[in-house]
Every structure is written in structure tokens, then in C-alpha cells.
């Protein structure tokens, strides 16, 4: 297969001279931006793009099997269980398909979704345990939906927008909220069992959770608009420590891998390592833009996505660069927002006046918000070039 070449040269020889090429596999196109991250499950690989469409692929080849049209965006990750996939919309529905042919099971329309911001881009991902979906709305509760009906088993009323992940464990939901609290729930009754109010800042206050939550061996950890990444004690609600990336929200839900915790930052474009027990910095790398999507590991590299449309593996004792993949959108439209260097190009501005015109520039580099997923030596990704890859990992 033909080696594609990434980034501009200038680029690669002043941070890039030893890292490999991805090689494409299959892209399957769609006519949205992709911020969700796909679901493999067993031969097929699943996912939703901001064209309000649901693809169901063949993992191997990207042919499409199955393909339903919803009624909004769809910014979630899915999650499967008994033969259906469950996914959730921009209209504030969550939906109940056939996996195997796409057919709507049942969808549940509490009161539609609520969008804090342009940076707000993802929707809470449905998660199910032991036949119960647990799931976010934008409308400011956590449902607990019987996975086979549909029907409410109970409901919870946050103190926000609730666009994270909930988190499923030994008869607890963990999940945070747009004004700044994180709960421990009693997955049974939706009880409260303790709850954790986020720092704040002078410029942010309310301390939004945006995305999600990690669970390691007894401890929460999570990120926050306040510029916070936080470690709870999962049994009790007590910080363990806190990190704050000063000018920085934390957006990515925490890598846990061996003894550190890897995540990007928002502002600050740097990626980290930090040690797991204390939060100090183990090492930390700069990148090109944000990084709002996780991170994985795979044979001791950590791949995140970028901004920039750049799909990065580095090592995870030094994070020195290994690996890279760029997307079509970034290869074809890095010069607009970037120059010979690597850096933003004069007249280019980040958060200026016309900060949506930047906004749009950057989605033309095919930025990765997308958690990538690997099997065996392939990686799989969405972009907002509205294209998911499947690439080798060499």
C-alpha cells in the first residue's frame, strides 16, 4: 500500500524525524463531522456522524451493512447489549436499534438537549449495565432506562447540562455535570450517595464537567472547565488532589494506564503524564491545538487525536513521538490555518473576533475529537472531515 505523506516538511524534521507513518486501510465518508468515537462489535463497527445518520460497517473492508437516519446529530459513543445498539441525538432522543439490521426497538424522548456552547460537542454517551441504560440529557437529569422497553426505571435531576459519560460500578453511577457537581448514585434507585462541587475559577466558576470520568482502583478522575484535573476517593467523594493547567479547560476523559494518568488540555495544547497517586507531572509534550478526545494505549504507546487532524502515538515513559496519521482534511487544508513551521499563520486567530470563522477553519483540518479504538494492529477513528479510518498501526 502507497505511504501517505502527512505533514509539511518543515514540520516533520523539527519534531517528527523519527516517528512512522499509519497506513489508510478503508475511510468510509459521511456528510457530518464525527466527534463520537466508534464501537467494534464483533465483525462490525459502529457509529454516528452530525449528518443524523447511524452506520453500521464491516470492520474489515469499511462496506456498509446498515445505515439509519435519526432525528439530529449524533455526538455520542454507542454501547451494545442482547442484540441492540444504543445511541443518543442533539434533539435530546435516545435510541434503541436492531444491531444486526438498524430496526428501531424503542426511542426515548425526555425534553429535548440543551448545547452550553460552540465547544460544547459532545452528548452523553449511553452506557448499560445488567439491562439498564444510564444516560445524560441535556435537559439536566440522569435517566435509568430499561434497555429492552424504554421505559424509565428512574430519573435524577442534576444541577446542569449533563453531557458525561456516566460511569457503572459495583451498584454505583458516576457521572459529572455542566454546573460543576459530580455524583455518586445509587445505580438501583438513583439515590444520592455523595456529591463533589468542582473549584471554579474567576473566568469559569460553575467548574463545568464536560466529558467524563476514569475509574481506577478506588478513584475518580475527571477533568473541568475551572482548568482542574481532579482525583476523587470513588467510596467517599474526598479529593485525593487536584492539578490546575492554568488558561486550560481539561475536556478529555483521563487515560489510565500502569501508575499515571495521560490527558490533553484545551488551551494550553500540551498532552501529559502524571503520576496517578499525587498528580505531579511526569512528563508533558506541546501539540499544535487542542485535544478535547481520550487518549489509549496499545503495546506501550499512547495514540490521541488533535485538533490539528494528527492522530499521535508516543511513548509512554517519554512521550516521544512514535507514531502519526493525518487526516485528508488536515493534508489538504493545513495551510489555512498553519504555516511552514508548524505554527498559526499571521492573521490567524484563535479566539479573535470572528472566533466561529476560526472555528470552521480548524473542523476544515479534520480535527480529531474521536476516542480512537484498536484491534489487533488497526486503529479506528472519526474526524471532522466527516470521515472513520482504519488504519495500520506498523
Excluded at 13 to 30: M, N, P, Q, Y
Excluded at 37 to 57: A, V
Excluded at 109 to 130: A, F, K, Q, R
Excluded at 184 to 212: C, H, M
Aim: aromatic share 16%; net charge neutral; hydrophobic share 35%.
Amino acid at each position: 500500500m502507497k505511504k501517505i505523506v502527512f505533514i509539511p516538511l518543515l514540520f516533520i524534521t523539527t519534531i517528527c524525524i523519527s516517528a512512522t507513518s499509519g497506513e489508510l486501510v478503508w475511510k468510509f465518508s459521511t456528510n457530518g463531522r464525527i466527534y463520537s468515537s466508534p464501537l467494534i462489535h464483533n465483525n462490525l463497527i459502529f457509529f454516528g456522524s452530525g449528518d443524523s445518520t447511524f452506520y453500521s460497517l464491516q470492520k474489515q473492508t469499511g462496506e456498509l451493512q446498515w445505515q439509519y437516519k435519526a432525528d439530529g446529530a449524533i455526538h455520542s459513543d454507542p454501547c451494545t447489549t442482547s442484540g441492540m445498539v444504543f445511541f443518543s441525538t442533539s434533539k435530546g432522543s435516545l435510541y434503541a436499534l436492531g444491531a444486526n439490521d438498524g430496526s428501531l426497538k424503542w426511542k426515548f424522548e425526555p425534553g429535548g438537549d440543551t448545547m452550553l456552547d460552540i465547544w460544547d460537542y459532545y452528548l452523553s454517551s449511553p452506557n448499560v449495565n445488567n439491562g439498564v441504560v444510564y444516560w445524560g440529557s441535556g435537559d439536566g437529569n440522569l435517566y435509568a432506562i430499561d434497555s429492552k422497553t424504554g421505559k424509565v426505571v428512574w430519573q435524577f435531576e442534576a444541577n446542569g447540562i449533563v453531557h458525561s459519560k456516566p460511569i457503572v460500578s459495583e451498584g454505583r453511577v458516576f457521572f459529572g455535570d455542566f454546573g460543576g457537581y459530580f455524583f455518586s448514585l445509587n445505580a438501583a434507585n438513583g439515590e444520592v450517595i455523595w456529591q463533589f462541587r468542582t473549584v471554579g475559577d474567576s473566568y469559569f466558576p460553575n467548574g463545568e464537567i464536560q466529558k467524563g470520568a476514569s475509574l481506577d482502583n478506588g478513584t475518580i478522575y475527571f477533568g473541568s472547565r475551572d482548568y482542574n484535573i481532579y482525583a476523587l476517593n470513588a467510596q467517599t467523594g474526598r479529593g485525593q488532589w487536584n492539578m490546575k493547567e492554568v488558561g486550560s479547560w481539561i475536556i478529555a476523559t483521563p487515560l489510565i494506564y500502569n501508575d499515571f494518568v495521560y490527558f490533553g488540555t484545551s488551551d494550553t495544547h500540551r498532552f501529559y503524564c502524571v503520576n496517578k497517586a499525587n498528580g505531579k507531572v511526569v512528563w508533558q509534550i506541546p501539540v499544535p491545538m487542542r485535544v478535547y478526545g481520550s487518549a489509549i494505549e496499545h503495546n506501550g504507546i499512547i495514540y490521541f487525536g488533535c485538533f490539528d487532524g494528527i492522530l499521535r502515538g508516543v511513548d509512554h515513559k517519554t512521550g516521544e513521538l512514535k507514531w502519526q496519521f493525518q487526516t485528508n482534511g488536515s493534508r489538504e487544508n493545513y495551510n489555512l490555518v498553519y504555516n511552514a513551521e508548524g505554527k498559526f499563520k499571521e492573521g490567524f486567530e484563535l479566539y479573535g473576533k470572528d472566533y466561529l470563522k476560526s472555528e470552521r477553519l480548524i473542523h476544515r483540518l479534520g480535527s480529531i475529537l474521536s476516542t480512537p479504538v484498536i484491534e489487533q494492529n488497526t486503529i479506528f477513528f472519526g474526524s471532522s472531515d466527516g470521515n472513520l479510518y482504519s488504519v495500520t498501526l506498523n
